[in-house]
């Protein structure tokens, strides 16, 4: 059974200006989509961002100088004439990517984004089990 992380995705729309959240699994497929975006949409939308972020990776090197290397992705930001779109990973073969109006305030985007980022492995985490042959 998977959790509605839905609420997630919910909460990051707070942002002034944030449109859309979904969250992709690394082979593109949807994982998780805000309320407010039609699930043909977010597919769609899934197989793309994990094409994207397979590109970025990949030109990580272009980023980077002879003496620090090149680092690891982090971040993708997409300007487009009616707003953005924020590509960021969410733990293990998980990506976290919205989608927000030309006037968002981008550090408070990202900011919300890696608090969400944050959330999501806490709610997808499993306690340990206790053991059973021991009396609490």
Same mark, same amino acid.
């Given at each position: 059974?998977?959790?509605?992380?839905?609420?997630?995705?919910?909460?990051?729309?707070?942002?002034?200006?944030?449109?859309?959240?979904?969250?992709?699994?690394?082979?593109?497929?949807?994982?998780?989509?805000?309320?407010?975006?039609?699930? $043909?949409?977010?597919?769609?939308?899934?197989? %793309?961002?994990? #094409?994207?972020?397979? @590109?970025?990776? =990949?030109? !990580? *090197?272009?980023?980077?100088?002879?003496?620090?290397?090149?680092?690891?992705?982090?971040?993708?930001?997409?300007?487009? $004439?009616?707003?953005?779109?924020?590509?960021? %990973?969410?733990? #293990?073969?998980?990506? @976290?990517?919205? =989608?927000? !109006? *030309?006037?968002?305030?981008?550090?408070?985007?990202?900011?919300?984004?890696?608090?969400?980022?944050?959330?999501?492995?806490?709610?997808?985490?499993?306690?340990?089990?206790?053991?059973?042959?021991?009396?609490?």
């Amino acid at each position: 059974m998977n959790p509605d992380l839905s609420w997630v995705l919910n909460d990051l729309l707070q942002v002034r200006g944030a449109r859309h959240a979904i969250l992709v699994s690394a082979d593109g497929l949807l994982l998780e989509r805000s309320s407010d975006v039609g699930r $043909d949409e977010a597919e769609t939308n899934a197989a %793309a961002m994990s #094409s994207m972020q397979s @590109l970025s990776r =990949a030109v !990580a *090197p272009f980023a980077g100088n002879a003496v620090h290397g090149h680092g690891d992705w982090r971040q993708t930001l997409m300007e487009y $004439d009616h707003g953005w779109i924020f590509l960021i %990973a969410a733990g #293990s073969g998980a990506y @976290l990517a919205a =989608a927000a !109006a *030309p006037d968002v305030d981008m550090e408070a985007m990202s900011f919300r984004m890696q608090q969400q980022v944050s959330a999501l492995g806490k709610a997808m985490s499993t306690p340990p089990r206790q053991n059973a042959g021991t009396e609490a």
